[in-house]
């Protein structure tokens, strides 16, 4: 496999989008009494998910796009998809397989194939088994998109306006949907994309959230960022967009408290964060500040590394501790009780993160690429 130079910085960028879901849902599952918080603590996540989605369409075409260009398409893909299959699969299975006492009964013979072939979040069926694995799902077609994308990515001589361009459109055109059409969308969605409440989440749910359709939106937002770090379409960045782009994040994340306003609620769901991530990550790779020596420290790329087994992982550790001391009123020691669960819930998800990557995932990954080799 071609390989380009790593940038420690992206591999911290992982563990950050990893922290940012577990914390997120770690504060559900804390303070489930306390409503006012759970619209703080679910941008964490929707954060946490764009930034896994916006860094995945960057690492692949970084890693990926030459190999396409130069390679016979029939080489290349295989090459691709062994690789992505085995970064993927091993600790996939084993959360299913453990996941496998939780199946609805009745359960439809064909959603079990969906599971199989990583597409349930395609149809809208990932609440079946082990919700989480939606993403991973999602993840598998956007490597499918990604052939023919980098096709049309690599010929573009200014991604960067191209990006510019995109992040206007899709702001304003989901927010028009919203407002304007949702009943339209939740029909069309209910008719084609739902199985019922045990399997399929809320039609409309899935049409501004789970569908791979509109979170490929993301996947090539961080395309275009690395096609422009690879042609150098910015000489340099500006100095401003550091602290723009945290502005940028910290005004959508605190906009829970900001703004009722229904379509902004949607769009804070998919792709609010993306116009600050992007730029961003761009900025990181080309110049050196505080924040991208910060990621690249031993601490923040061992993070990035098993960030796939924290996501993984976290989930079960929710389930363990979930109805765990759990203060029944909202007073003042039950708020310090929730958030020493926090921690408690953190830590050990790190520890059993840690075991994961050593013993399934790492171990996983090297023995289907033997195989297949």
């Known amino acids: 496999m071609p390989r380009r130079d790593d940038i420690p910085s992206l591999t911290g960028l ?5 922290c940012s879901v577990l914390f997120g849902h770690a504060m559900d599952t804390a303070f489930y009494y306390e409503p006012i918080l759970h619209p703080f603590s679910a941008r964490f996540a929707f954060f946490g998910m764009s930034l ?3 860094l995945s369409g960057f ?3 970084y890693n990926y796009a030459e190999m396409f260009r130069t390679k016979p398409l029939r080489v290349a893909a295989s090459r691709f998809f062994v690789a992505r299959f085995a970064r993927l699969y091993p600790l996939y299975a084993v959360a299913i397989i453990c996941s496998v006492p939780m199946i609805p009964v009745p359960f439809p ?6 599971y199989l072939t990583l597409t349930q979040s395609w149809f809208n069926v990932e609440y079946a088994l082990f919700p989480p694995t939606w993403s991973i799902s999602t993840e598998w077609f956007f490597y499918l998109a990604f052939i023919p994308m980098t096709m049309i990515v ?3 001589r200014k991604p960067m306006l191209s990006f510019v361009v995109l992040a206007i459109v899709v702001v304003i055109g989901l927010s028009v949907a919203s407002a304007l059409w949702r009943d339209p969308i939740t029909a069309f969605a209910r008719s084609w994309f739902w199985h019922g409440d045990k399997i399929s989440a809320d039609p409309w749910d899935w049409s501004c959230y789970f569908s791979p359709l509109l979170r490929l939106l993301d996947f090539i937002a961080g395309m275009l960022m690395a096609q422009a770090y690879g042609m150098g379409d910015v000489k340099r960045l500006s ?8 502005t940028w994040l910290g005004v959508v994340i605190m906009s829970c408290w900001l703004s009722p306003w229904p379509p902004l609620e949607n769009l804070v769901q998919n792709f609010a964060f993306v116009p600050a991530i992007a730029p961003l990550m761009l900025y990181l790779c080309k110049e050196k500040s505080w924040l991208s020596r910060a990621l690249s420290s031993p601490t923040m790329t061992f993070l990035g590394e098993i960030s796939y087994s924290i996501y993984i992982m976290s ?3 929710f389930s363990m501790l979930g109805s765990m001391f759990n203060g029944p009123i909202p007073i003042t020691l039950h708020y310090v009780a929730s958030g020493v669960k926090v921690i408690v819930i953190c830590a050990m998800t790190m520890v059993v993160s840690y075991g994961s990557y050593n013993l399934i995932e790492a171990p996983g990954r090297r023995f289907i690429r033997r195989w297949f080799q």
């Open 14 to 18: 992982r563990g950050i989008a990893a």
């Open 52 to 54: 896994f989605f916006v």
């Open 59 to 61: 690492v692949i075409h």
């Open 109 to 114: 013979g064909w959603v079990v194939l969906s």
């Open 154 to 156: 690599v010929v573009l």
């Open 239 to 246: 100095s401003l967009i550091l602290p723009f782009g945290l």
């Open 315 to 317: 989930f079960f550790v």
